[in-house]
């Protein structure tokens, strides 16, 4: 049977009817349309589908929508601040080079986010950790490695920016 | 690839949790979800009935006390446990357990408890609580008891569970001082795949003598395997390289490894042998500082 939830996703409410073993991903992509997040292997290996919620990253795949009731979802779409400006991760991915075909960009960026929000100046050991969930079959890894470490150092100044 | 069809559940208490599994047989406890429902989607489990763990009050605490000792309860996120101040000050090597399964994302969902229910003979983080001496919290229609860890495992996907009774938490004792522990695991991709070999020990010492070594190996048979006669080697010596070369020797030939597609049996018993000198190393190591 189906239960109607409210989702909130990128700071907005949607009411949705869902059943049981409807996935996030499933509703993200195809009752909200918000298609920046990805299905991949459906097993919590390859990262294209991972979102935010509640600040954490998680495979959308693998989480069941009817679980999601009164928690903050943020997808790729929800990033960057407004629709003129990039997010310094999507900015520093554009910079460096990071993107190629482009289907994982959205859940590196999740997973970078995931991060850069608790460690703005991560070692290249500790990027490398937090993305090994995240496969990119174009085999960029280096500008993406590359792309998180610029990306900190701009999350860092602009909220020093921001303090000072 | 979508899921089959199920009916939800979400309980708020444990008493609840019980007389679901009891009204409806064949129901599988969730937390994170992060095993179950990938047997789902890729490995054709059916199931009429999902029982949701998450919902349930009070699953989620972890709790270090200093005579107690550690507390991890059945909805505690992986990544809690791998981040936790006061279980890497004091089980250092239960956190790098956790921190060592699968990635950031399936930690920021999965349990150390459905790990560990889920009785894969990989499981990242049984080896170390074996080690320990961990025990497992289980409530039931028949009540509440408490099971040594050791005795939970009982094949690749079996535990010791009965009908309708749940794991609510897992409990290690206070170490005693001078204990050093110590994991090692291997896979294919970095911490990211299944672990194809690991090792975990404990070592208490006294004087420079091991008074106490508890070691068990993982995916190297239905269930982690504990190294008795390996045990017996360094118990009541100092860890000197002959003792330890002995040991990883011992070690190899303590366990019956199969070949898979992570590792050859052969494999299997050479790394065995090196983990096993490893891990013996570093927990003396640090049982001694």
Known sequence: MKQVIVLNVNGEPYTVAVYPWQTLNEVLREEINLTGVKFGCGSGDCGACTVMVDGRAVSSCLTLAIEMQGKEIMTIEGLAPSGETLHPIQESFVEKGA?????????????????????????????????????????????????????????????????? | MRLSHFDYHAPETVAQAIALMQAKPGARLMAGGTDLLIKMRHAGLKLQDVISVKSIKGLNTITVDENKGLSIGATALLADVALHPDILKYY????????????????????????????????????????????????????????????????????????????????????????????????????????????????????????????????????????????????????????????????????KPIADVRASAGYRE?????????VLSQAYTRASE
């Not at chain 1, 970078?112 to 085999?139: F, H, M, Q, V, W």
């Not at chain 2, 004792?173 to 975990?200: E, F, M, N, W």
């Not at chain 2, 050479?270 to 490893?278: D, F, G, I, P, S």
């Open chain 1, 99 to 164: 993107i190629q075909c482009g289907f994982c960009t959205p859940g590196m960026e999740m997973a970078a986010l995931n991060l850069l929000k608790n460690n703005p100046t991560p070692s290249d050991y500790e990027i490398r950790e937090a993305l090994a969930g995240n496969l990119c079959r174009c085999t960029g890894y280096k500008k993406i490695i590359e792309a998180v470490g610029v990306a900190g150092q701009k999350m860092k100044e602009a909220s020093e920016r921001k303090t000072s």
């Open chain 2, 92 to 255: 250092p090597t239960v956190a790098q357990a956790a921190r060592g399964t699968a990635n950031a994302q399936v930690r920021n969902m999965g349990t150390v408890i459905g790990n560990l229910c889920n009785a894969s003979p990989a499981a990242d983080n049984a080896p170390t609580l074996l080690a320990m001496n961990a025990e497992v919290e289980i409530h039931g229609p028949g009540g509440q008891r408490r099971m040594p860890l050791e005795q939970f495992f009982k094949g690749p996907g079996i535990t010791a569970l009965q009908p309708a009774e749940i794991v609510t938490a897992v409990h290690a004792p206070k170490l005693a001082p001078h204990t050093g522990t110590a994991y090692i695991s291997l896979s294919a991709r970095g911490q990211l795949d299944c672990t194809a070999v690991g090792v975990a020990a404990m070592i208490v010492l006294k004087g420079k003598a091991c008074e106490e070594v508890r070691i068990f190996i993982s995916s190297c048979g239905p269930t982690p395997v504990r190294a008795l006669k390996t045990e017996a080697i360094a118990r009541g010596k100092e860890l000197t390289e002959a003792v330890i070369e002995q040991a990883g020797n011992q070690a190899a030939g303590e366990v």
């Open chain 2, 270 to 278: 050479k790394m065995v042998a090196v983990l096993t000198r490893r």
